[in-house]
């Protein structure tokens, strides 16, 4: 088969891919409406709800040992309002990176895992400006953050590539 393609374990179909990334657009307690009401934000790397509650987009990074890429899930954490503060203060300075990590919750509930990736520990690694930040999932026996530590091969990418695909073509 052509590496550029795998087979569907859902529909049996031969898909371009595997994508080696998904994204959430916006944490889970974002709702639309929020888009015009005071003290509400959200950009492609920001998020701040009723001016109370403080969101940051970063990369949870799964490396796949038998290609040497690395699969992404572009997910949001929550950050204390002091951690959130300094991360803007610091968003387009060189040398961010040698910022500490801020602790913080995931805040996406990553389909396909069981139990929910919602809230799982993490810390939220700065790297150099236009990169973005690092998560590290707490280290626990959650699937998720087993997959992190440990990496993954190409046939569990083609897995969740199958799952997310077909999610997101059921939804409206």
């Given at each position: 088969m052509n590496t550029d393609e795998f087979a569907c374990?859902?529909?049996?179909?031969t898909h371009s891919g595997p994508p080696l990334s998904f994204a959430a657009p916006a944490p889970e307690f974002?709702?639309?409406?929020?888009?015009?009401?005071?003290?509400c934000l959200l950009d492609s790397d920001l998020c701040v709800i009723s001016g109370e509650r403080f969101f940051i987009r970063?990369?949870?990074?799964?490396p796949v040992w038998d290609t040497g890429d690395v699969f992404t899930y572009s997910m949001w954490v929550s950050l204390s309002r002091q951690n959130f503060t300094r991360a803007?203060?610091?968003?387009?300075?060189?040398?961010?990176?040698t910022e500490p990590?801020?602790?913080?919750?995931?805040?996406?509930?990553?389909?396909?895992?069981?139990?929910?990736?919602?809230?799982?520990?993490?810390?939220?690694?700065?790297?150099?400006?236009?990169?973005p930040p690092y998560?590290?999932?707490?280290?626990t026996g959650h699937p998720l953050a087993i997959?992190?530590?440990?990496?993954?091969?190409?046939?569990r990418v083609?897995?969740?590539?199958?799952?997310?695909?077909?999610?997101?073509?059921?939804?409206?």
């Amino acid at each position: 088969m052509n590496t550029d393609e795998f087979a569907c374990a859902i529909c049996g179909s031969t898909h371009s891919g595997p994508p080696l990334s998904f994204a959430a657009p916006a944490p889970e307690f974002w709702r639309p409406e929020m888009a015009e009401a005071d003290g509400c934000l959200l950009d492609s790397d920001l998020c701040v709800i009723s001016g109370e509650r403080f969101f940051i987009r970063g990369l949870i990074e799964l490396p796949v040992w038998d290609t040497g890429d690395v699969f992404t899930y572009s997910m949001w954490v929550s950050l204390s309002r002091q951690n959130f503060t300094r991360a803007v203060d610091v968003w387009e300075e060189p040398g961010r990176e040698t910022e500490p990590p801020y602790f913080g919750w995931l805040s996406n509930e990553i389909g396909g895992y069981e139990p929910s990736t919602l809230n799982l520990k993490t810390m939220v690694h700065t790297r150099p400006v236009g990169q973005p930040p690092y998560i590290e999932l707490e280290p626990t026996g959650h699937p998720l953050a087993i997959e992190q530590r440990a990496g993954i091969f190409r046939s569990r990418v083609e897995e969740i590539a199958s799952f997310h695909l077909h999610r997101l073509e059921s939804q409206p």
